[in-house]
């Protein structure tokens, strides 16, 4: 069997944590200051808040933007289900703009032509960890005076023109789940900035306390253990290097399915790192070709099959006559492939083999 995904993780990061436990300091402490400071370092940025999950972080950086009830977000309806959520989080209302069939990222005139009175924010994802049209969408929002949060819990260490997501926006937020780019088992990072916007994400994910025991305002247990930082300092040493096997394992699979009838290999847009942390192709017959990857024992991926405004929830909420045809299509077309960095070369050309076999090739 090849998995679609797998945590590279060994000795080195098994070491670190070893080396928490028996200290005896298992909670926020020395090393998720130094997690914070060299991952800051890594994405560019002035300030990076450890948090307890990827949806913690989006929570406490929307939270920390401003973002409150009756206030309107603009955001992707093709992504987790964690992105709009936040929003409701903070009794705000997620607006969902339509995407770019080809990166699978929100538009940037899609972004503006939703934008009312009510607007406070655009949440972008980079989705796959193919970085959004930064530059575009930086400018629709310096025009109109909203605040940008980047959602890129899919794309550690991918870049725009040189410049690595999550220091474009007024936050940006990361996940560390087990089958991110890299992994602290679970836990977030909130990156910034912005001074006063990094100071309320340290507030807000410690019970509202600057000081233990003296509460301001009210907040949450978002904290991250000195366990899972450690685990994320190995990782941040080979995020780099990890990221390289990813796409060299996503050219392979490019070089051998391109032009193969019926499967359409991923749009990397000029300029752009693209991580990989998918590797999405567009399928003339899922079904088909699914039936076939199951027979043969290759994991795949379906990210994501029902787009946010057709899930049951944001039905309720009235989004069930909104229609986003690109984001629609992309959720009866999508299927990913396994790309991750423990992959030998064998296994990603038998991937190719057998999905040009099922395509008839």
């Given at each position: 069997?090849?998995?679609?995904?797998?945590?590279?993780?060994?000795?080195?990061?098994?070491e670190?944590?070893?080396?928490?436990i028996?200290?005896?300091?298992?909670?926020?402490?020395?090393?998720?200051?130094e997690?914070?400071?060299?991952?800051?370092?890594?994405?560019?940025?002035?300030?990076?808040?450890?948090?307890?999950?990827?949806?913690?972080?989006?929570?406490?950086?929307?939270?920390?933007?401003?973002?409150?009830?009756?206030?309107?977000?603009?955001?992707t309806?093709?992504?987790?289900?964690?992105?709009?959520?936040?929003?409701?989080?903070?009794?705000?209302?997620?607006?969902?703009?339509?995407?770019?069939?080809?990166?699978?990222?929100?538009?940037?005139?899609?972004?503006e032509?939703?934008?009312?009175?009510?607007?406070?924010?655009?949440?972008?994802?980079?989705?796959?960890g193919?970085?959004?049209?930064?530059?575009?969408?930086?400018?629709?929002?310096?025009?109109?005076?909203?605040?940008?949060?980047?959602?890129?819990?899919?794309?550690?260490?991918?870049?725009?023109?040189?410049?690595?997501?999550?220091?474009?926006?007024?936050?940006?937020?990361?996940?560390f789940?087990?089958?991110?780019?890299?992994?602290?088992g679970?836990?977030?990072?909130?990156?910034?900035?912005?001074?006063?916007?990094?100071?309320?994400v340290?507030?807000?994910?410690?019970?509202?306390?600057?000081?233990?025991?003296?509460?301001?305002?009210?907040?949450?247990?978002?904290?991250?253990?000195?366990?899972?930082?450690?685990?994320?300092?190995?990782?941040?040493?080979?995020?780099?290097?990890?990221?390289?096997?990813?796409?060299?394992?996503?050219?392979?699979?490019?070089?051998?399915?391109?032009?193969?009838?019926?499967?359409?290999?991923?749009?990397?847009?000029?300029?752009?790192?693209?991580?990989?942390?998918?590797?999405?192709?567009?399928?003339?017959?899922?079904e088909?070709?699914?039936?076939?990857?199951?027979?043969?024992?290759?994991?795949?991926?379906?990210?994501?099959?029902?787009?946010?405004?057709?899930?049951?929830?944001?039905?309720?909420?009235?989004?069930?006559?909104?229609?986003?045809?690109?984001?629609?299509?992309?959720?009866?077309?999508?299927?990913?492939?396994?790309?991750?960095?423990?992959?030998?070369?064998?296994?990603?050309?038998?991937?190719?083999?057998?999905?040009?076999?099922?395509?008839?090739?």
């Amino acid at each position: 069997m090849i998995p679609v995904a797998r945590p590279a993780v060994g000795e080195e990061e098994a070491e670190a944590v070893r080396k928490v436990i028996e200290s005896g300091m298992l909670a926020q402490g020395e090393q998720v200051l130094e997690f914070e400071r060299r991952f800051a370092r890594y994405v560019g940025s002035r300030h990076a808040v450890a948090t307890s999950s990827g949806t913690a972080a989006l929570h406490l950086a929307l939270l920390a933007c401003g973002i409150r009830r009756g206030d309107e977000v603009i955001t992707t309806p093709f992504t987790f289900i964690a992105t709009a959520n936040a929003v409701l989080y903070c009794g705000a209302k997620p607006v969902f703009a339509d995407i770019d069939g080809r990166t699978f990222n929100v538009r940037p005139e899609e972004i503006e032509r939703r934008i009312t009175p009510r607007t406070r924010a655009v949440l972008v994802v980079h989705l796959y960890g193919h970085p959004c049209d930064m530059a575009e969408i930086s400018e629709v929002c310096r025009e109109h005076g909203l605040m940008l949060i980047e959602d890129a819990c899919q794309a550690h260490g991918a870049a725009y023109r040189g410049r690595r997501v999550g220091s474009f926006g007024d936050a940006a937020c990361f996940s560390f789940y087990p089958t991110k780019n890299m992994t602290t088992g679970e836990g977030g990072m909130v990156t910034t900035s912005r001074e006063d916007v990094a100071e309320r994400v340290r507030l807000l994910r410690e019970h509202g306390a600057k000081r233990r025991y003296e509460h301001e305002v009210l907040g949450y247990n978002y904290r991250m253990t000195d366990i899972a930082a450690a685990m994320g300092l190995v990782q941040l040493r080979k995020l780099d290097e990890m990221n390289e096997r990813r796409r060299e394992n996503a050219k392979v699979l490019t070089d051998e399915l391109e032009g193969v009838e019926g499967v359409e290999t991923p749009f990397v847009k000029p300029g752009v790192t693209h991580v990989f942390h998918q590797y999405t192709v567009r399928c003339r017959s899922r079904e088909r070709l699914t039936e076939v990857l199951e027979r043969e024992g290759i994991g795949y991926g379906i990210h994501y099959p029902t787009p946010v405004h057709r899930q049951e929830l944001y039905r309720r909420l009235g989004y069930s006559r909104l229609s986003l045809p690109e984001a629609e299509r992309a959720s009866r077309e999508v299927l990913s492939l396994p790309v991750h960095p423990t992959l030998r070369r064998e296994e990603v050309e038998r991937v190719a083999e057998v999905v040009k076999r099922a395509a008839g090739r």
